[in-house]
């Protein structure tokens, strides 16, 4: 899975503008939001903190525009609690995104 969404990027361009800095800052609070709400996904232990967790990374998703993302948070919304396909996505999302960022 290769983290690649032309809307998205198109997002942050277009809130950033020609401001690299603010364009990092944007992508930085991206990201910790994101690995936050799956850290909290991960930890959740009854539906109902795992669908809140899953909701807020659609949330985030569809903020962004990250079509890729919000798929995956739907598969979460769709699965059981610590389901590990679910979170082995996302957890595969955050890593190609990294991978972007520093790259």
């Known amino acids: 899975m290769a983290f690649e969404n032309a809307a998205f990027a198109a997002t942050l361009s277009a809130a ?3 401001d690299p800095v603010l364009l ?3 992508r930085g609070a ?3 939001s994101l ?3 799956i850290d909290l996904l991960r930890r959740a232990r009854c539906d109902g903190n795992w669908l809140i967790a899953a909701q807020r990374i659609k949330g985030l998703a569809a903020t962004f525009h990250a079509d890729e993302l919000i798929g995956l948070a739907q ?4 699965a059981a609690p610590g389901d590990p396909v679910a979170l082995r996505g ?3 999302f955050l890593a190609d995104f990294d ?3 520093v790259g």
């Open 90 to 92: 996302l957890d595969a």
């Open 75 to 78: 598969g979460a919304i769709d």
């Open 16 to 18: 950033a503008g020609d």
């Open 30 to 32: 991206f990201r910790e």
């Open 24 to 26: 990092a800052e944007l």
């Open 99 to 101: 991978k972007v960022a």
């Open 35 to 37: 690995a936050q709400q």
